[in-house]
């Protein structure tokens, strides 16, 4: 059964990778765009409430997100204001194997292709093996047969000699060695959603302020032995975008960034998140906050 399950996970995996492809040619001729952040494809996941991230993207602004689980629609989030924008719901995921589909509603009524991730939702292990038989239980001993004919001979019991009672030599009590306590092993977790400082969600870095910006945050579970972090920075109007992993809870970038120049005010919106990896190289849930960027400190009348 377990292999039976692997093999459909894959055929899955294999369906929403061609949907992702679909969904980013259409997406050329102004269809909107809609991608998973998290889960991440074939994870594995506690039964319970699940956070699905998403991300949507259309020239004209996103609407919605709609989420369907097993092709079956459950939800729609109403999206904020933005040509690239961050929603995220909460799934009470139920035990098993799970298809979690979205689907971008842009604000012209277009929809984008769906975009999905299969996930297992608590430890299925392995099924009963075919073909196997029950162990036999405790087998009964035949009960005597009597020879007919024969009879039993008398059990005498002999008169006991008496024997001396020997007399108990005392001897010294061992004294018990002392074992060490064994230390515990921590049990690799999965990190929760990082806390991010700066900069502040909203914030508008102008001339005053220093641009470019130290990004900063701080892991929010000292339970948690968090091994590294992974760090995304972008704006697609502007064409900036950097992503790449930490071992430091902070980055600066080399050169300040650039402001959005087809906008009346210069305002340029970017959006960063960052996630923490555990011992085991689980990576937790991730956080997202956006800043906007002016030459003069004003986004908007």
């Known amino acids: 059964m377990g292999l039976m399950r692997r093999r459909a996970l894959s055929m899955v995996l294999v369906g929403a990778l061609a949907a992702s492809l679909v969904a980013v040619v259409a997406a050329a001729a102004g269809q909107p765009r809609a991608w998973i952040d998290a889960p991440l494809p074939g994870s594995t996941l506690s039964p319970g409430p699940v956070t699905v991230t998403v991300h949507g993207a259309s020239a004209g602004g996103i609407k919605a997100i709609r989420f369907l689980v097993d092709a079956i629609p459950t939800a729609e989030v109403a999206a904020p204001p933005g040509d690239l924008v961050t929603v995220a719901w909460t799934w009470a995921a139920d035990p098993g194997e799970h298809l979690v589909s979205v689907v971008a509603v842009g604000a012209d009524g277009l929809v984008s292709t769906p975009a999905a991730v299969a996930v297992t939702v608590g430890d299925l292990g392995p099924g009963p093996t075919p073909g196997a038989s029950p162990s036999p239980g405790p087998t009964r001993p035949a009960p005597a047969t009597a020879t007919p004919g ?116 210069g305002c340029a919106h970017y959006q960063w998140q960052v996630w923490s990896y555990g011992p085991g190289g689980d990576a937790g849930e991730l956080a997202t906050d956006t800043f906007r960027v002016s030459p003069d400190g004003h986004c908007g009348p």
């Open 150 to 265: 024969a009879t039993a001979a008398p059990t005498g019991s002999a008169t006991p000699t008496p024997r001396a009672t020997p007399k108990p030599t005392a001897k010294p009590t061992p004294k018990p060695t002392p074992r060490p306590t064994p230390k515990p092993t921590p049990r690799p977790c999965e990190p929760p959603p990082p806390t991010l400082l700066n900069p502040i969600n909203g914030q508008i870095i102008g001339p005053d302020d220093q641009n470019p910006p130290t990004f900063r945050w701080r892991a929010s579970s000292p339970d948690c032995n968090v091994t590294g972090f992974h760090l995304h920075v972008w704006n697609n109007v502007v064409g900036y975008e950097k992503e790449f992993d930490l071992s430091d809870n902070s980055w600066t970038p080399a050169n300040p960034l650039p402001d959005d120049p087809s906008d009346p005010w």
